[in-house]
Structure formats: structure tokens, C-alpha cells
């Protein structure tokens, strides 16, 4: 079965940095790119950043000023997203999502990260 | 980065009832216009890519139509599991970007 499962939910203190994993199943991992989005409490969706799982090319969001890194394991099929320097805004759940004709079609369950003192 | 205007926010409606759920978008997207469905506590599940291309598996009641910059979701008889959160999402230009939503919820 095609999908993807994320590591799970984390709890941080502001400054700290958290990474969240992406599994691939059933699919060919490097044949496909990586969106991460996330989602604030109340708020709209938001992409993060993207990740070519082929070639390890990434684009990011200017949203985050440099603060997120995207990796990936192709040995593991496994996407990873680090996220430094956590501020209480950064509390969202956040999704990978595999790219498909400039859409999504398989996404994680999500993993809530919490910023929190 | 390209602003994604949804509405309604809201709505409320009756099964059975048709629903159109209207996406526009700051400048040109051509068709690059998605739409999603989600469900509390789960994942976002594509309907439409490509402004008007049905997902696999995706009930034939759902519909997307419109370019550039005028988008619409149609759901012609709404069904029970219908009930959810749906977005537009343009990936023309990064950062792609999503509209605020349109909670469908039960009249």
C-alpha cells in the first residue's frame, strides 16, 4: 500500500530544534519529490519547503529564513525535516506529502510539534 | 507570493444539497489549482488536480472547473462523509500556497 508515515509527536522548548521523519512505502522513493506543509492552530495551510528524493535538490519557504533543512535516506526511502531554532509560532502539525502532477496525492498522518516553556 | 481567496469560510448544508465552494487567486495560475478535503485528526486527501482532473478514487459527485484565475468545487449531491474542511492549494509559483478553507458542516 502506497504511503507515507511520519515519526511522532514532539514537545520542544523555545530555541531548541526538532526533525521529523517521512517513511515511503510501496513506492519507489526516489522516483518522487517531498512537500512539507504545516498547520498552525486556526490557520491555513502552509508549505514549508520541497525536496527532489532523486536527486536531494530542495527548494524552501523564505517564510522560515534558513531555519529549516530538508534531507533524505534513499537507502531508508525516509524524508527528514529539521527545524531549528523554535519559537511557540512554530506549534503546528506538520504533514509530508508526496508530489504528483504539481498536486499531493499521498500524504502522513502528520506529526504535532509543540514549542512550548 | 500569490494570495488564495476561498469562499464561502463556511457554509451549511443538507445531504443531498449541491455545494460550490469558490477559490480565486491574486494573478494568473493558469490551471495549476488543487483541491483537498480534510477531516479532523487526519490527513488532506486530493479530489481535483489541474483545476478540473478527478483524483483516482475519488467519487464522480466532485467536480473543479476555471483558469487563470477563477476557480470553483462543486459537490453535486452532498453525502454524509462529506462533511469536512476543503482547500484550494495553487502550485504555479513557489511557495505554493493555500486558501483559508470552507468548512462544509450539517444543516
Known amino acids: 500500500q502506497v504511503q507515507l508515515v511520519q515519526s511522532g509527536a514532539e514537545v520542544k522548548k523555545p530555541g531548541a530544534s526538532v526533525k521529523v521523519s517521512c517513511k515511503a512505502f510501496?513506492?519507489?522513493?526516489?522516483?518522487?519529490?517531498i512537500h512539507w506543509v504545516r498547520q498552525a492552530p486556526g490557520q491555513r495551510l502552509e508549505w514549508v519547503a520541497w525536496?527532489?528524493?532523486?536527486?536531494?535538490?530542495?527548494k524552501y519557504s523564505q517564510n522560515f529564513q534558513g531555519r529549516v533543512t530538508l534531507t533524505r535516506d534513499t537507502s531508508a526511502s525516509t524524508a527528514y525535516m529539521e527545524l531549528s531554532s523554535l519559537r511557540s509560532e512554530d506549534t503546528a502539525v506538520y504533514y509530508c506529502?508526496?508530489?504528483?502532477?504539481?498536486?499531493?496525492?499521498?500524504w502522513g498522518q502528520g506529526t504535532m510539534v509543540t514549542v512550548s516553556s | 507570493d500569490i494570495h488564495m481567496t476561498q469562499s464561502p469560510s463556511s457554509l451549511s448544508a443538507s445531504v443531498g444539497d449541491r455545494v460550490t465552494i469558490t477559490c480565486r487567486a491574486s494573478q494568473s495560475i493558469r490551471n495549476y489549482l488543487n483541491w483537498y478535503q480534510h477531516k479532523p485528526g487526519k490527513a488532506p486527501q486530493l479530489l481535483v488536480y489541474a483545476a478540473s482532473r478527478l483524483h483516482s478514487g475519488v467519487p464522480s459527485r466532485f467536480s473543479g472547473s476555471g483558469s487563470e484565475t477563477d476557480f470553483t468545487l462543486t459537490i453535486s449531491s452532498l453525502q454524509p462523509e462529506d462533511f469536512a474542511t476543503y482547500y484550494c492549494q495553487q502550485t504555479y509559483i513557489t511557495p505554493q500556497t493555500f486558501g483559508l478553507g470552507t468548512k462544509v458542516e450539517i444543516k
Open positions: 525536496i527532489d528524493a532523486g536527486t536531494g535538490n530542495t
Open positions: 506529502a508526496r508530489d504528483v502532477y504539481a498536486a499531493s496525492d499521498i
Open positions: 510501496g513506492y519507489s522513493f526516489s522516483s518522487y519529490s
